[in-house]
């Protein structure tokens, strides 16, 4: 890979700027917490200033909260510029005139309580400094005549020299500076009228409108942990309630059922008044997520109990679902979210993050995005290239100047407030606002709803282009990698939900004192969508929220365990106190399985054991299978290894990496001459800025093999159903890895579980398989599916896709035959030519400068195969490897084997993947299903339960017919398109 040449000049560049810094990376260049305070405030207004409008200034480092009468009443934040609260607009003698008022103080900005970068972490002995609390007299003809100013000045400048209606704003500007005496304020009248006869010309018919909407995008953790944002929240909608109070006509959209659910429990009294004015319209709920989550690492299921969630709270607090899927700040969007926004009611989304794309520009503003089942939904990029803007005349021009859609739509979308920290939009936003509403040489502007800006966009969509597959960002796809224990607990609790609602879901049908645990489930769930939020499952946050996710994890996990445990015991009997020397072993997935168990005996040790379980089922296990073909191992003189189990056969040299890896059945050898397979590599890893977002391409020119030996290969299982070796390798002098390598009876590929101890530096950890493939393209798993990405760098768009995410599985295939990698707990891969690369660890220092400086396991396979992915079965091993088989002691009256099965599945193109009690319904459950082969497919679902009627419903759970399905001898027959998400709803 070395010697390539860089095809980025920017990155090149800055690169070269960055190692010199006296700023940025400083630890490794050339060069070399949370809590409030309370202020009681007394003050008393003097009489004198009867008929002022009088003000509490409070100038602060940290956000603030006012509260009066016992409820919060205004955010206070100097970087959002909010530093007063109006005690009257104008004094009377019947007002008090002495009050008294508290201030809450958070040791954080809007952006965290880091020193000097804006991402840097948090620092505990940085300050907070009250500068000025003060009680003054506002004059409101002066703040008027500064933002005249300003609007005429903006236009002069911004508008350009070819344009005669800037010489215009210009002169006016001059005349109101003659006009006006800043010691006779009698005169200001008279100015504010001279700005207001110019800014009054109207437009002509054809000129852009921008729709203007109030945001405050307020990330529910990143530089702050959770318990802060709950708060931000408080602040931010608690002055765009005060906002709303003066300015009728201001509308503000605010999105994440999440934030609303803590407003309820927390400050009550706001969030009444928050649902009053969301009754006005002034208020409008958008997004249907319970979070803002990441637009690619959650699984499909986990998206769809996103937009569950969400939905369901917002039609439960406000009587409506909403329309729009809002998502402007993620980092990238999987090609299935259209199909899973449908399926959800929703036609319409919005979003921005495109315009952060390091290499190419994206090329549409207004379009419609096609998913990969064919589904589209109407999608809109802000042109403004922004979700904060501050209602200034030169955004208002790049709104138009920048459209991709000229001629083709005449509306865009404008999103004012400051965000990110929250804040939102203020009164001098709204005051720019009103005077540029129709100006002769501006955009027309309108304060609106997202319902009318998206209807008016609907109302003609001839002109529109398509963009079909996923929406990919052409940065930070280095938060495919970073805090891998993050990643991890995000893997596993997804794979222990999904298993203890199929448990529950069978075991509430069978037994009738089982009550399913549907309030334990939707908290796990909630905090698992929780932790999706786009910058904790990308690893972008600090410390202290990876600590709050770590414990949210092993709550979900630790309780959903015990739920598996409790559902286990009701359906099948038994527990792990029994003594019996059988066992029970249960399948949630919707295929058989014959894999090799620890089966655990009298005497306390465990043996190993060749089971087969059905489908969504289980076995009782009284005496394991003989394998066909046991395992062979064969220790060779030179510390090499030699393993078969009929299936395939590899080889191993003492450090560890494949020498050689044959498809026995197809007589193929996968790794090429004179290159090893398991190679792990180590690159440097400094990006431009964004540290734990970002990998750049130049970090592909300091590949560093992983090579010195701390304990060469030794045997550890000698064969029979398993054969396995363990070696350890140092990565440096702090950092090092240690790896069980398996090959199992009747597996088709060869697993590492692997341990690492990870203490650098900017550096980029991965395992790479060199293969005898051939292929332009290479295949990833995504959400209920999955996609093609080339393997070559012909163009911009491929070179920037150098790091890409992918799911539990990608596959490098010519035809007839193929290679896959597996993995239980990774997201992060590369596939360059004939090189399939999985990313393992980073180590960036911001914003969190202890990310993953600790001990990893984790498990991955590499798996050639005959034929298509599809033929092969790769989809299925791959959930195998994630979704172990449960075992459980059998009671020791149980001597007979036996197998029961809930479902089955005709076709292993379709996979059934969620089973779960239905909401709201009594003796209900809902089976999700999907086409994961990209084909047209007619197959039937069996079922041994007592199945009264079968209906499709959307993925809220909704009939979408009264017609139910036909039901013949306990088989449903079923169609599907390709990727096509379905879902049943069965009643008992």
């Not at 003097?46 to 008929?51: H, L």
């Amino acid at each position: 890979m070395a010697g390539f040449v860089l095809k980025n000049r920017r990155t090149t560049l800055e690169r070269a700027e960055k190692f010199i810094s006296a700023e940025y990376f400083t630890d490794i260049n050339l060069r070399g917490r949370w809590w409030t305070s309370w202020f009681r405030v007394t003050l008393t207004i003097p009489k004198a200033w009867k008929g002022e409008e009088v003000h509490l200034v409070w100038e602060s480092d940290g956000e603030a909260l006012l509260w009066r009468n016992g409820i919060p009443v205004q955010g206070l934040t100097k970087e959002g510029e909010k530093i007063s609260y109006v005690l009257t607009e104008k004094l009377t003698d019947e007002e008090p005139h002495s009050l008294e008022l508290y201030v809450e103080l958070a040791c954080n900005g809007l952006f965290g309580a880091g020193q000097g970068s804006m991402i840097s972490a948090p620092d505990p002995n940085r300050s907070f400094t009250l500068y000025k609390a003060e009680l003054v007299v506002f004059n409101r003809d002066v703040h008027e005549l500064l933002i005249d100013f300003e609007v005429l000045s903006d236009i002069a400048k911004h508008l350009g020299i070819e344009n005669q209606h800037s010489y215009q704003a210009l002169y006016t500007a001059n005349k109101m500076v003659n006009a006006c005496d800043v010691e006779d304020r009698s005169t200001f009248a008279k100015v504010h009228r001279l700005a207001s006869d110019f800014l009054q010309q109207e437009n002509g018919k054809s000129q852009h409108t921008v729709h203007a909407m109030g945001h405050c995008h307020i990330d529910t953790a990143w530089l702050w942990p959770y318990e802060e944002t709950i708060r931000k929240c408080a602040r931010s909608w608690v002055s765009v309630l005060r906002l709303m109070e003066k300015n009728p006509s201001f509308i503000f959209t605010c999105s994440q059922a999440q934030q609303f659910e803590w407003v309820k429990s927390w400050y009550p009294g706001l969030y009444t008044q928050i649902q009053e004015f969301a009754e006005k319209g002034q208020f409008v709920i958008v997004g249907g997520t319970w979070v803002e989550m990441d637009g690619n690492l959650p699984s499909g299921e986990s998206m769809v109990r996103q937009f569950l969630q969400g939905q369901r709270f917002f039609q439960q607090e406000f009587g409506k679902q909403c329309c729009e899927f809002w998502l402007p700040d993620t980092f990238g969007y999987s090609a299935q979210l259209p199909q899973i926004m449908q399926g959800c009611g929703i036609t319409r989304f919005l979003t921005q993050k495109l315009s952060w794309n390091l290499v190419n520009e994206f090329p549409h503003h207004t379009f419609f995005w096609e998913g990969i089942d064919g589904s589209r939904v109407l999608t809109h990029f802000p042109p403004g290239n922004s979700y904060e803007m501050k209602c200034k005349v030169e955004e208002l021009l790049n709104t138009v100047k920048n459209n991709k859609d000229k001629g083709r739509v005449n509306d865009s979308a404008f999103l004012f407030g400051f965000g990110d920290g929250g804040g939102g939009p203020t009164q001098d936003m709204l005051d720019r606002l009103q005077r540029v509403q129709n100006t002769d040489g501006l955009p027309r502007v309108k304060q609106s709803s997202p319902e009318t800006f998206f209807s008016i966009l609907e109302a003609d969509t001839t002109m529109l282009c398509t963009w079909v597959g996923e929406l990919f960002l052409e940065l930070h796809n280095g938060s495919y990698t970073s805090q891998a224990k993050i990643k991890k607990g995000n893997r596993k609790c997804e794979c222990i939900l999904h298993s203890v609602e199929v448990v529950s879901s069978l075991a509430s049908i069978q037994k009738d004192t089982f009550e399913y645990p549907s309030s334990q489930l939707q908290h796990l769930w909630r905090l698992l969508l929780l932790n999706q939020f786009h910058d904790v499952l990308p690893g972008t946050c600090i410390q202290p929220v990876v600590e709050d996710a770590v414990k949210f994890y092993e709550e979900i996990q630790s309780n959903g365990n015990e739920l598996l445990k409790e559902a286990i015991q009701c359906l099948l009997g038994g527990s792990e106190q029994e003594t019996g020397k059988n066992i029970h072993v249960l399948n949630t997935l919707s295929w058989e399985r014959t894999e090799v168990i620890s089966m655990p005996r009298l005497e306390g040790d465990e043996v190993l054991a060749l089971i087969k379980v059905p489908s969504v089922g289980f076995a009782t296990v009284t005496k394991p299978l003989v394998p066909p073909h046991p395992v062979i191992v064969n220790s060779q003189g030179d510390g090499s290894v030699l393993m078969e189990n009929g299936i395939l056969k590899v080889a191993f040299d003492s450090s560890g990496r494949i020498t050689s890896l044959s498809h026995l059945l197809y007589k193929r050898e996968t790794i090429p001459d004179g290159c090893c397979g398991n190679q792990f590599v180590l690159f440097d890893d400094v990006p431009l800025y964004w540290d734990a977002w970002d990998v750049m391409d130049y970090h592909l020119e300091t590949r560093k093999p992983v090579s010195q030996v701390v304990k060469p290969l030794e045997v550890v299982c000698p064969g029979g159903v398993r054969g396995s070796v363990r070696y350890s390798i140092r990565i440096s002098d702090s950092s090092k890895i240690r790896q069980e390598i398996i090959l199992d009876a009747c597996c088709p590929y060869v697993k590492f579980k692997t341990e690492v101890e990870w203490h650098e530096a900017h550096k980029f950890l991965k395992v790479e398989f060199p293969t005898t493939v051939h292929s332009l393209n290479a295949t990833y798993e995504i959400q209920f599916g999955h996609l093609q990405r080339p393997t070559h760098r012909n163009t911009s768009w491929d070179w920037a896709r150098f790091e890409v995410w992918g799911h539990k599985w990608a596959d490098l295939s010519e035809h007839g035959f193929g290679v896959a990698i597996l993995n239980d707990c990774k997201y992060g891969y590369s596939v360059h030519r004939n090189i399939m690369t999985l990313s393992l660890l980073r180590a960036p220092k911001a914003p969190d400068a202890t990310a993953d400086m600790d001990h990893h396991q984790f498990t991955y396979a590499i798996m050639p195969h005959a034929g298509s992915f599809q033929e092969a079965n790769v989809i299925q091993f791959a959930y195998n490897i994630n979704y172990p088989l449960h075992i459980v002691p059998a009671e020791p009256s149980v001597s007979a084997s036996s197998f029961w099965s809930a479902f089955s599945i005709q076709s292993p193109a379709v996979v059934l993947e969620t089973i779960k009690q239905a909401e709201d319904r009594q003796n209900a459950l809902v089976a999700r299903l999907y086409e994961s082969h990209g084909s047209t497919v007619v197959t039937w679902l069996h079922t041994s339960l007592p199945v009264k009627q079968a209906i499709w419903c959307d993925l809220l759970e909704q009939p979408m017919t009264i017609k139910p399905l036909s039901i013949t001898d306990f088989q449903i027959q079923l169609s599907f398109t390709p990727f096509q998400i379905r879902s049943l709803l069965l009643t008992f």
